[in-house]
T-cell receptor, first 114, second 112 residues
Framework: DTEVTQTPKHLVMGMTNKKSLKCEQH?????MYWYKQKAKKPPELMFV???????INESVPSRFSPECPNSSLLNLHLHALQPEDSALYLC?????????????FGPGTRLTVL | SQQGEEDPQALSIQEGENATMNCSYK?????LQWYRQNSGRGLVHLIL?????REKHSGRLRVTLDTSKKSSSLLITASRAADTASYFC????????????FGKGTLLTVNP
């Protein structure tokens, strides 16, 4: 199984809402990532988890709160977002957080903030 | 910054033709990868080439790497309509093993 799943596929939320994005993999990978991708742009790294510990936060605003409850699951909690946060949010995983490891991406969650 | 530049930004060809995309980068790399993205959805890993390799093949894909020119190319032979997608070159960013730095991408359209 080389699949990374993400739910929901689409999400529309208001600026006062609290919502969560979910990502799951059952490949035994110990590194998981969140990326943000705006239209016609490449993905931008947000967070890296290695062995369920947050290892990298790319200066992401605190209205985005990641969580890694176990080695298979990665969440992104959203609160008080802005319209400019509307984007495709991609989750990825790799065996380890090493440059030689292929990252496997999920299909993404398309987020719209009204 | 290390962000790669793909050339061309957009490419439109007929089915059966070959497609060549180029990528240039600025600083030394450990490896370079190519990913494909269909219609703004998830990315699919295509191929990885290490800094000590010059050419690599995978099915209809051929990747070259010239570290002296800091450039790479992706050739797709005998293209199909299903190859229509955005293609990104992705560099291992210096100083951090985990971090992938994406180029701006080439949008390939294969017309049936």
């Amino acid at each position: 199984d080389t699949e990374v799943t993400q739910t929901p596929k689409h999400l529309v939320m208001g600026m006062t809402n609290k919502k969560s994005l979910k990502c799951e993999q059952h490949m035994g990978h110990r590194a998981m990532y969140w990326y943000k991708q705006k239209a016609k742009k490449p993905p931008e790294l947000m967070f890296v988890y290695s062995y369920e510990k947050l290892s990298i936060n790319e200066s992401v605003p605190s209205r985005f709160s990641p969580e890694c409850p176990n080695s298979s699951l990665l969440n992104l909690h959203l609160h008080a977002l802005q319209p400019e946060d509307s984007a495709l949010y991609l989750c990825a995983s790799s065996l380890l957080a090493l440059s030689t490891d292929t990252q496997y991406f999920g299909p993404g969650t398309r987020l719209t903030v009204l | 910054s290390q962000q790669g530049e793909e050339d061309p930004q957009a490419l439109s060809i007929q089915e059966g033709e070959n497609a060549t995309m180029n990528c240039s980068y600025k600083t030394s790399i450990n490896n370079l990868q190519w990913y494909r993205q269909n219609s703004g959805r998830g990315l699919v890993h295509l191929i990885l080439i290490r800094s000590n390799e010059r050419e690599k093949h995978s099915g209809r894909l051929r990747v070259t790497l010239d570290t002296s020119k800091k450039s790479s190319s992706l050739l797709i032979t005998a293209s199909r309509a299903a190859d229509t997608a955005s293609y990104f070159c992705v560099m291992n960013s210096g100083g951090s093993n985990y971090k992938l730095t994406f180029g701006k991408g080439t949008l390939l359209t294969v017309n049936p």
